[in-house]
């Protein structure tokens, strides 16, 4: 059991925004206003690629076996967080503001440092590598490809918006996110206000 502050979330609420307007909207955008979200907005983005959805457990991205080998973590200018689906908690993994060492873990790009938000999907193989072996690293990415599309389209629906990230650095992000061995970026997506 962590020892690590927890902090539960809101609850997620529906949006009056279609599926088919969230599809229209959705843009990659590098250029963020500073505003911060507030703890429902944060919940309700980590809910959209990792929620629980089912009573037994099933979540708002589909899983090879529901075997669920997906971490969900972010970075926001209070410190860095990491998302536990049962719950619709996060626990505190550092008080810091990580934001400009994600940046350069990612190549230097300026959206990283600049959004208040920037989600980080993380994917741990062998959950998956035990039941689908060979197989197992094909159903890990294409998992990571369906949360940050929920988290996407989810962003598209609150009025906010991304970019989807698949350039950095792994080792580099895994080290300024301190993450256990096996646990292997796939994605960073920073989220935000549009400047106006």
């Known amino acids: 059991m962590s020892t690590r502050p927890m902090i539960d979330l809101p609850e997620p609420s529906d949006s009056s925004v279609s599926l088919e307007t969230a599809l229209r909207l959705r843009r990659s955008v590098r250029e963020f206003d500073a505003e911060p979200l507030s703890r429902a907005e944060i919940g309700q983005l980590l809910w959209a690629a990792q929620g629980v959805t089912a009573d037994w457990g099933g979540r708002t991205a589909p899983s090879a076996g529901a075997l669920y080998p997906l971490e969900l973590h972010a970075v926001t200018p209070t410190g860095a967080l990491h998302y536990l689906p049962d719950g619709h908690r996060v626990e505190i993994t550092s008080e810091r503001d990580l934001r400009l060492d994600l940046r350069a873990a990612a190549l230097d790009q300026d959206a990283v440092e600049r959004a208040p938000f920037v989600a980080v999907v993380v994917v741990v193989p062998e959950r998956t590598a035990a039941t689908y072996g060979e197989r197992a690293g094909r159903y890990v990415d294409l998992e990571a490809g369906h949360a940050a599309q929920g988290l996407l389209l989810q962003t598209a629906a609150m009025d906010l918006v991304a970019v989807p990230i698949g350039a950095f ?16 970026p796939r994605y960073l997506v920073p989220v935000g206000r549009s400047p106006s």
Not at 170 to 181: E, F, I, K, Q, Y
């Open 169 to 184: 650095d792994d080792d580099a992000v895994a080290t300024v996110l301190a993450l256990p061995r096996g646990h292997e």
